[in-house]
């Protein structure tokens, strides 16, 4: 099991780290000010804003956008650029926003067809569900409304490297019903959310590195975990691909769940099947909307140091 280090912080390290926590609650205070029609106005203001003057990434997003989409000309590609900074920044300012909004606001904003009444029949039946997602749409407006349906759920997370940062989202979300599991905290741990929780949300598609199976991702091998696989054998739940898409302000939430027969032993073969086709099922929805998908990371890593290695022999 991987086991998480501690990082020890100097004063200049507590300075900032406090200098960015002030930043935030500044920013949360005026959105909890600013009506949600203008706050996810402002949010792609501030994604068109970025297109045009923090270009940093934009040639990781150019270089992943070609190699997931190689057929489309230069002009459809950079549209979609375009619309990755736009969504970037609806969703960046949105999520701040989502938390501090009433649950009857949140839930007005969602359109989901079937999902309460799929949930609230496994709760009822005792019967736990593992929720697949990738950065893709509105994962945060996902788990916000995923958490409020009956008792709550359970969502893996990332510890923020700063402190102060992490300790506020963690209990604004955790206030909504959302029990969040650190992902260091290991397989026993995640096994146990699962049940206590009666759901579980994995965002199961950065890159892994040595670590993670060979998975097709548009056509590309690309390192990715075998969480999701590996938990689904253990605990035997409902297995569900969800996807929630994000549009100006609203959301819809979609729904899939992947049948399995779970083998006697857990193959290598069995779980590279499973997150092969949670995979498929996650890149389908990226096709029809593939400015909605965060481009922003290095999802081809190994690509990535091959094309390096090859430009410096060359």
């Not at 994604?47 to 956008?65: C, D, M």
């Not at 741990?189 to 994995?202: H, K, T, W």
């Not at 297995?239 to 857990?266: S, W």
């Not at 092969?276 to 890149?283: A, K």
Request: glycine share 8%.
């Amino acid at each position: 099991m991987a086991v998480q280090k501690n990082r020890s912080i100097g004063v200049l390290g507590y300075i900032r780290y406090t200098i960015e926590f002030i930043f935030l609650i500044v920013i949360n205070v005026v959105l909890f000010i600013l009506p949600w029609f203008l706050s996810w106005r402002l949010g792609r203001g501030f994604g068109w804003l970025a297109y045009k003057i923090f270009t940093k990434r934009k040639s990781t997003v150019a270089r992943n956008v070609s190699r997931a989409f190689p057929d489309l000309s230069e002009a459809e590609r950079e549209s979609i650029i375009r619309g990755c900074y736009l969504h970037w920044g609806e969703g960046f300012i949105s999520t701040l926003k989502l938390w501090m909004i009433s649950k009857k606001k949140a839930r007005s904003l969602v359109d989901a067809p079937g999902f309460d009444d799929y949930v609230l029949a496994a709760q009822k039946a005792n019967e736990p569900i593992l929720y697949f997602t990738g950065h893709f749409g509105s994962w945060e407006m996902a788990g916000r409304y995923a958490g409020e349906i009956g008792p709550g759920a359970a969502s893996i997370y990332r510890i923020q490297k700063n402190p102060m940062v992490n300790w506020f989202l963690t209990w604004i979300r955790e206030y909504h019903q959302l029990k969040l599991i650190n992902s260091w905290s290991g397989m026993p741990a995640f096994e146990d959310a699962l049940r206590r929780y009666q759901g579980i949300a994995v965002v199961g598609d950065q890159f892994k590195g040595r670590g993670g199976l060979k998975i097709d991702f548009f056509g590309i091998p690309s390192s990715t975990p075998r969480g999701a696989a590996v938990l689904t054998y253990r605990v035997k739940p409902h297995l569900v691909f969800l996807a929630c898409t994000q549009h100006r302000g609203r959301y819809r939430i979609k729904i899939e769940e992947l049948p399995y027969d779970v083998p006697d032993n857990m193959s290598d073969e069995w779980v590279h099947d499973i997150i092969q086709q949670l995979t498929y099922l996650l890149e389908a929805e990226i096709r029809k909307y593939p400015e909605q998908y965060f481009w922003f990371h290095r999802r081809w890593r190994d690509l990535d140091r091959a094309e390096r290695k090859a430009a410096k022999v060359a």
